[in-house]
Nanobody, 121 residues
Framework: QVQLVESGGGLVQAGGSLRLSCKAP???????????WAWYRQAPGKSRELVAS???????NYLDSVRGRFTISRDSSRKTVYLQMNSLIAEDTAVYYC????????????WGQGTQVTVSS
C-alpha cells in the first residue's frame, strides 16, 4: 500500500521557518507526477483546513492567511512534496497533513500520518 510519510515538524519561535516533507517512496513516479497534492492542517478544537495545494500541472493555491509565507513544491526525483513555511506565527500551530489525489478521484484519497508544528510566541 502506498504510504505518505511526513517529517519536518517541530517547535519553532514566532518568525522562524520550517520545511515539511512528504515522501511517497512506494509510489510509482508517473503516478506521483499525475497526482494533485495538498497540505492540510488541524489545530486543537478547529476543523481541518486546506493550507496549500498543487495540481498535476504545477498550479498552486494557498489559504489567504499563509499566502506569501508558505510555498508548496514537489521533487519528482525524490517523490517528495514540500511545504516551506516562513515567518511563522502562533496561529500556524497545528498538525499538518500531506494528501494526494489520484487522477479520477473526486477528493484527496491518500493521507499522511500528520506532523506537529508548534509556534511559540
Amino acid at each position: 500500500q502506498v504510504q505518505l510519510v511526513e517529517s519536518g515538524g517541530g517547535l519553532v519561535q514566532a518568525g522562524g521557518s520550517l520545511r515539511l516533507s512528504c515522501k511517497a517512496p512506494r509510489m510509482i513516479t508517473s503516478v506521483f507526477n499525475d497526482n494533485s497534492w495538498a497540505w492540510y492542517r488541524q489545530a486543537p478544537g478547529k476543523s481541518r483546513e486546506l493550507v496549500a495545494s498543487m495540481d498535476r500541472g504545477g498550479s498552486t493555491n494557498y489559504l489567504d492567511s499563509v499566502r506569501g509565507r508558505f510555498t508548496i513544491s514537489r521533487d519528482s526525483s525524490r517523490k517528495t512534496v514540500y511545504l516551506q513555511m516562513n515567518s511563522l506565527i502562533a496561529e500556524d500551530t497545528a498538525v499538518y497533513y500531506c494528501a494526494a489525489q489520484q487522477v479520477g478521484a473526486s477528493q484527496y484519497n491518500r493521507w499522511g500520518q500528520g506532523t506537529q508544528v508548534t509556534v511559540s510566541s
